[in-house]
Protein backbone atom coordinates (compact mmCIF):
# COMPACT_ATOMS: atom_id res chain seq x y z
CA UNK A 1 0.00 0.00 0.00
CA UNK A 2 1.35 3.26 -0.76
CA UNK A 3 2.43 6.02 1.88
CA UNK A 4 -0.84 8.24 0.49
CA UNK A 5 -3.10 5.58 0.82
CA UNK A 6 -2.04 4.24 4.06
CA UNK A 7 -2.32 7.51 5.28
CA UNK A 8 -5.72 8.25 4.00
CA UNK A 9 -6.87 5.45 5.60
CA UNK A 10 -5.64 5.76 8.53
CA UNK A 11 -7.10 9.11 8.42
CA UNK A 12 -10.87 8.38 7.65
CA UNK A 13 -10.24 5.19 10.81
CA UNK A 14 -9.13 8.17 12.99
CA UNK A 15 -12.21 10.39 11.78
CA UNK A 16 -14.68 7.39 11.82
CA UNK A 17 -13.98 6.67 15.12
CA UNK A 18 -14.52 10.46 16.38
CA UNK A 19 -17.78 10.85 15.09
CA UNK A 20 -18.76 7.23 16.25
CA UNK A 21 -17.85 8.93 19.64
CA UNK A 22 -19.61 12.10 19.73
CA UNK A 23 -22.68 10.10 18.06
CA UNK A 24 -23.37 7.92 20.58
CA UNK A 25 -26.34 7.71 22.21
CA UNK A 26 -26.26 9.89 25.40
CA UNK A 27 -25.42 8.19 28.19
CA UNK A 28 -27.83 9.00 30.78
CA UNK A 29 -27.95 12.16 32.81
CA UNK A 30 -26.43 11.93 35.92
CA UNK A 31 -28.59 12.66 39.03
CA UNK A 32 -26.52 15.90 40.06
CA UNK A 33 -27.21 17.32 36.17
CA UNK A 34 -31.10 16.21 36.61
CA UNK A 35 -30.86 17.79 39.68
CA UNK A 36 -28.50 20.63 38.74
CA UNK A 37 -26.36 20.12 41.25
CA UNK A 38 -29.19 21.60 43.58
CA UNK A 39 -28.41 20.38 47.26
CA UNK A 40 -31.95 20.89 48.95
CA UNK A 41 -35.14 19.91 48.20
CA UNK A 42 -36.22 23.25 46.55
CA UNK A 43 -37.81 23.17 43.16
CA UNK A 44 -36.68 24.60 40.22
CA UNK A 45 -38.59 26.01 37.34
CA UNK A 46 -36.17 26.63 34.02
CA UNK A 47 -36.96 27.90 30.59
CA UNK A 48 -35.55 27.13 27.53
CA UNK A 49 -34.86 28.45 23.72
CA UNK A 50 -36.73 31.61 22.83
CA UNK A 51 -39.66 33.63 23.07
CA UNK A 52 -41.48 36.80 21.32
CA UNK A 53 -41.52 40.03 23.75
CA UNK A 54 -45.05 39.18 25.02
CA UNK A 55 -43.78 35.59 26.21
CA UNK A 56 -41.04 36.32 27.99
CA UNK A 57 -42.35 39.68 29.69
CA UNK A 58 -45.86 37.51 31.00
CA UNK A 59 -43.13 34.43 32.36
CA UNK A 60 -41.21 37.29 34.24
CA UNK A 61 -44.59 39.23 35.23
CA UNK A 62 -45.86 35.76 36.78
CA UNK A 63 -42.52 35.21 38.73
CA UNK A 64 -42.04 38.54 39.87
CA UNK A 65 -45.66 38.16 41.32
CA UNK A 66 -44.64 34.95 42.99
CA UNK A 67 -41.76 35.59 43.87
CA UNK A 68 -40.18 32.89 42.15
CA UNK A 69 -36.48 32.72 40.62
CA UNK A 70 -35.74 30.77 37.80
CA UNK A 71 -33.48 29.54 35.12
CA UNK A 72 -33.74 30.32 31.41
CA UNK A 73 -31.28 28.23 28.90
CA UNK A 74 -31.00 31.11 26.06
CA UNK A 75 -30.45 30.37 22.57
CA UNK A 76 -27.60 32.51 21.39
CA UNK A 77 -28.53 33.59 18.04
CA UNK A 78 -31.83 34.64 19.42
CA UNK A 79 -29.65 36.23 22.38
CA UNK A 80 -27.69 38.18 20.03
CA UNK A 81 -30.82 39.73 18.58
CA UNK A 82 -32.51 40.34 22.13
CA UNK A 83 -29.97 41.55 24.15
CA UNK A 84 -33.47 43.86 26.07
CA UNK A 85 -35.11 40.47 26.74
CA UNK A 86 -31.63 38.96 28.08
CA UNK A 87 -31.07 41.88 30.11
CA UNK A 88 -34.21 41.96 31.55
CA UNK A 89 -34.33 38.18 32.64
CA UNK A 90 -31.28 38.91 34.31
CA UNK A 91 -31.94 42.82 35.96
CA UNK A 92 -34.82 40.35 37.27
CA UNK A 93 -32.03 37.76 39.39
CA UNK A 94 -32.69 34.97 37.05
CA UNK A 95 -29.75 33.30 36.23
CA UNK A 96 -29.16 32.95 32.48
CA UNK A 97 -27.58 29.62 31.08
CA UNK A 98 -26.12 28.59 27.91
CA UNK A 99 -28.12 26.46 25.40
CA UNK A 100 -25.86 26.66 21.83
CA UNK A 101 -25.78 29.29 19.58
CA UNK A 102 -28.30 27.64 17.04
CA UNK A 103 -29.94 24.63 18.92
CA UNK A 104 -28.52 21.78 17.01
CA UNK A 105 -28.44 18.13 18.38
CA UNK A 106 -24.82 17.73 19.12
CA UNK A 107 -24.75 13.82 18.73
CA UNK A 108 -22.73 13.57 15.44
CA UNK A 109 -21.11 16.68 15.09
CA UNK A 110 -18.02 17.30 15.44
CA UNK A 111 -15.77 18.39 18.72
CA UNK A 112 -14.54 21.65 17.15
CA UNK A 113 -18.55 22.33 15.81
CA UNK A 114 -19.79 21.43 19.31
CA UNK A 115 -17.09 23.71 21.07
CA UNK A 116 -17.86 26.77 18.98
CA UNK A 117 -21.68 25.87 19.42
CA UNK A 118 -20.87 26.11 23.39
CA UNK A 119 -18.44 28.97 23.81
CA UNK A 120 -20.15 31.26 21.29
CA UNK A 121 -23.09 30.74 23.03
CA UNK A 122 -24.01 32.82 26.65
CA UNK A 123 -21.44 33.22 28.90
CA UNK A 124 -22.03 31.59 32.58
CA UNK A 125 -21.67 28.24 34.51
CA UNK A 126 -24.53 26.36 33.14
CA UNK A 127 -25.18 24.60 30.00
CA UNK A 128 -28.25 22.96 28.66
CA UNK A 129 -28.12 20.49 25.57
CA UNK A 130 -30.40 21.24 23.09
CA UNK A 131 -32.85 18.19 23.43
CA UNK A 132 -31.49 17.06 26.20
CA UNK A 133 -29.26 14.76 24.11
CA UNK A 134 -25.48 14.54 24.89
CA UNK A 135 -22.82 11.73 25.80
CA UNK A 136 -19.55 11.84 27.91
CA UNK A 137 -18.01 13.67 25.23
CA UNK A 138 -20.18 16.38 24.95
CA UNK A 139 -20.01 16.67 28.68
CA UNK A 140 -16.72 16.88 28.83
CA UNK A 141 -16.10 19.63 25.96
CA UNK A 142 -18.81 21.27 27.72
CA UNK A 143 -16.72 21.27 31.26
CA UNK A 144 -13.30 21.91 29.56
CA UNK A 145 -15.08 25.49 28.74
CA UNK A 146 -16.50 25.99 32.47
CA UNK A 147 -19.95 24.93 31.97
CA UNK A 148 -21.93 22.33 34.12
CA UNK A 149 -24.67 20.59 32.84
CA UNK A 150 -28.32 21.31 33.76
CA UNK A 151 -30.55 18.80 32.63
CA UNK A 152 -34.19 18.15 34.57
CA UNK A 153 -36.41 15.75 36.40
CA UNK A 154 -39.63 16.93 35.07
CA UNK A 155 -40.56 17.64 31.16
CA UNK A 156 -43.76 19.46 30.93
CA UNK A 157 -43.80 18.16 27.28
CA UNK A 158 -45.40 22.24 26.88
CA UNK A 159 -42.71 22.48 23.65
CA UNK A 160 -45.38 19.92 21.95
CA UNK A 161 -48.31 22.01 22.57
CA UNK A 162 -49.43 20.22 25.75
CA UNK A 163 -52.55 21.15 27.14
CA UNK A 164 -52.57 22.80 31.02
CA UNK A 165 -54.28 20.11 32.28
CA UNK A 166 -52.30 17.76 31.00
CA UNK A 167 -49.18 19.33 31.66
CA UNK A 168 -50.28 20.02 35.45
CA UNK A 169 -51.39 16.17 35.87
CA UNK A 170 -47.98 15.23 34.55
CA UNK A 171 -46.05 17.27 36.84
CA UNK A 172 -48.18 16.91 40.00
CA UNK A 173 -47.74 13.13 39.43
CA UNK A 174 -43.69 13.33 38.85
CA UNK A 175 -43.42 16.44 41.77
CA UNK A 176 -40.60 15.77 44.04
CA UNK A 177 -38.40 17.54 46.61
CA UNK A 178 -35.18 18.45 44.45
CA UNK A 179 -37.33 18.68 40.97
CA UNK A 180 -36.19 20.97 38.03
CA UNK A 181 -39.16 21.46 35.67
CA UNK A 182 -38.36 21.90 32.14
CA UNK A 183 -40.50 24.56 30.61
CA UNK A 184 -39.82 26.28 27.48
CA UNK A 185 -40.40 30.05 26.49
CA UNK A 186 -42.18 29.62 24.10
CA UNK A 187 -44.87 26.89 25.19
CA UNK A 188 -48.10 27.31 24.32
CA UNK A 189 -49.82 27.00 27.19
CA UNK A 190 -46.70 27.66 29.74
CA UNK A 191 -47.57 30.96 30.70
CA UNK A 192 -51.71 29.92 31.36
CA UNK A 193 -50.21 27.31 33.32
CA UNK A 194 -47.34 29.26 35.53
CA UNK A 195 -49.36 30.61 38.71
CA UNK A 196 -51.33 27.69 38.84
CA UNK A 197 -48.53 24.98 39.03
CA UNK A 198 -46.94 27.39 41.09
CA UNK A 199 -49.73 27.57 43.75
CA UNK A 200 -49.85 23.65 43.44
CA UNK A 201 -45.72 23.38 44.10
CA UNK A 202 -46.36 25.41 47.30
CA UNK A 203 -49.64 23.61 48.36
CA UNK A 204 -47.49 20.56 48.49
CA UNK A 205 -45.02 22.12 50.77
CA UNK A 206 -42.45 22.21 48.21
CA UNK A 207 -40.59 25.39 47.97
CA UNK A 208 -39.39 27.10 44.52
CA UNK A 209 -35.59 27.64 44.35
CA UNK A 210 -34.31 30.96 46.28
CA UNK A 211 -32.56 33.36 44.34
CA UNK A 212 -29.12 32.27 45.31
CA UNK A 213 -29.02 28.60 46.36
CA UNK A 214 -28.65 26.39 43.36
CA UNK A 215 -26.46 28.97 40.94
CA UNK A 216 -23.50 28.79 42.80
CA UNK A 217 -20.38 26.84 41.00
CA UNK A 218 -21.62 23.76 41.44
CA UNK A 219 -19.34 20.99 43.52
CA UNK A 220 -18.09 19.59 41.04
CA UNK A 221 -15.79 22.92 40.46
CA UNK A 222 -14.94 23.75 44.13
ZN1 LIG B 1 -34.06 23.83 23.61
Same mark, same amino acid.
Given at each position: MSLLASTKLRFSHAASVALHHYADWRIGATSLEKHCYKTSDSVLLTFDDYGSQSEVSEILQVLAEQQVKAMFFLQGDWAALHPELVHSIAAAGHVVGNH *?? *? %???????SPEVIKQEISQG????WFRPPQGRYNAAIRELARGLGYAICYWTIDSRDWAGTSVVEMRHTILQELKPGAVILFH? %???HTRELLPTIIADIRKDGLELTPSTESWQLPPAYL
Open positions: *TV *T %HPVLLGLLPGLL %HGA
